[in-house]
């Protein structure tokens, strides 16, 4: 505790202005250079990058008869340049390549954009633009990804979802490969006796989406000797095979 000065009674005061003003300034530096970490490396953006899938589809329909068609096939997803969107924000296009399998050549399938905010990633896949991701992620953090979709026909299917991240900064093994951290997206997990609904996403830092799973089949009127139980939908696996 400061004594009084009989001289100069001031001088506690004084110093003790000063000793508070350091303290502030002290204060104020620390809160200025906190940097929160985004870890934006979920999703990589450097021109050249790229991610190869290995994918499974099958596609369920009915019609007197049950059919089920199913395709094995390999798909590439590249970063290959930049653009600007009415608003003056940078786009990344994302290219994405098809062949049957490692021995054809690749050919352009589509051409997709992603842009990257400061606290999500829009990916705009055909003309649909889904909020994938959301920053600095979170376990247990919810957002509507779908907020883009028009609920109308024949995108009614996309109502409702609630996005969420079920794991944060794990390890993860998929179709050979073993990364140090990644995070699970769920983006809709709903079932009942005649609808099962399905999608969820792993990403990994430094290479981005690793693998996919994707359902959305219809059960109703499916005779009892149908194997699959299904009367119409599709379901989609998407593992990575390589990534630069």
């Not at 004594?3 to 350091?22: E, M």
């Not at 049950?66 to 940078?90: L, S, V």
């Not at 794990?170 to 983006?187: A, H, I, M, Q, R």
Request: charged share 25%; aromatic share 16%.
């Amino acid at each position: 505790m400061l004594k009084p000065n009989k001289r100069f009674p001031w001088a506690g005061l004084f110093l003790t202005g000063i000793l508070f003003s350091v303290f502030i300034f002290s204060c104020k530096d620390k809160k200025d250079t906190l940097v929160l970490d985004y870890q934006y490396e979920y999703f990589p953006t450097d021109s050249g990058h790229y991610v190869v899938y290995d994918v499974d589809s099958i596609f369920y329909s009915y019609n007197g008869q049950h059919h089920n068609d199913t395709a094995h096939y390999q798909q590439m997803e590249m970063i290959t340049d930049t653009t600007y969107d009415n608003e003056n924000a940078m786009n990344y296009v994302l290219t994405v390549y098809r062949r049957a399998n490692a021995n054809y050549s690749w050919t352009i399938d589509k051409v997709w954009e992603v842009k990257r905010s400061v606290t999500n990633l829009i990916k705009k896949e055909d003309d649909l633009r889904f909020v994938k991701l959301i920053f600095p992620p979170q376990e247990g953090a919810e957002w509507n990804g779908n907020i883009f979709i028009p609920y109308t026909t024949p995108y009614d299917g996309y109502k409702d979802w609630t996005y969420s991240y079920e794991a944060v900064n794990v390890p993860y093994s998929v179709n050979g490969f073993s990364f140090d951290s990644t995070l699970t997206v769920k983006e809709v997990d709903d079932e009942n006796l005649i609808q099962k609904k399905l999608r969820r996403e792993v990403y990994a830092k430094g290479v981005g989406m690793i693998y996919q799973e994707w359902e959305i089949v219809n059960k109703q009127n499916v005779q009892a000797n149908w194997e699959s139980g299904v009367e119409n939908g599709f379901r989609i696996r998407m593992r990575v095979a390589d990534h630069n």
